[in-house]
DNA sequence: TAATTGACCGATC
DNA sequence: AGATCGGCCAATT
């Protein structure tokens, strides 16, 4: 197990168990924010190397998909958990959770 | 060494 | 809106 890995899967654990509940995160977003831009690749090898559970779940494609291969056991499992906290999909999709709180409102103003 | 492989991303057409 | 393509970069083969 190379350090980089140590380092990078430690900075990557930390940013993914700060994901709310019923919100989700890129790869590459996880990545930018752990410190790493661009290598959203590595994120998902992280995550899997976690001894500690994390809600893995949460981490998504940027486009808003999940990453595994549509059917899998893997794919519905995660679908399960976030529809389970409340996240709702459009097909494949994820549609963006209202934040519950309105204070989002009231500092940005109705989006859209 | 060199090639291939990922739980990927963004620009472009 | 969907498909393609080039870029990405450590790990594995």
């Known amino acids: 197990m190379?350090?980089?890995q140590n380092k990078f899967d430690h900075h990557v654990w930390r940013v993914v168990a700060s994901i709310p509940?019923?919100?989700v995160m890129g790869?590459?977003?996880v990545a930018r924010v752990a410190g790493f831009p661009r290598y959203s690749r590595m994120v998902g090898a992280a995550l899997g190397r976690s001894p500690e559970p994390l809600?893995?779940?949460r981490v998504v494609r940027?486009?808003?998909?999940?990453?595994?291969?549509v059917g899998s056991s893997a794919y519905r499992e995660q679908a399960q958990l976030l529809k389970?906290?409340?996240?709702r999909f459009d097909g494949l999709k994820i549609i963006e959770v209202e934040t519950d709180d309105s204070l989002?409102?009231?500092?940005?103003?109705p989006q859209e």
């Open 55 to 57: 809600p893995w779940f």
């Open 21 to 23: 509940a019923g919100r």
């Open 2 to 4: 190379s350090r980089f």
């Open 104 to 109: 989002d409102r009231i500092l940005w103003g």
């Open 62 to 69: 940027s486009n808003r998909t999940l990453a595994f291969e």
């Open 27 to 29: 790869y590459g977003e």
């Open 84 to 87: 389970q906290e409340g996240v």
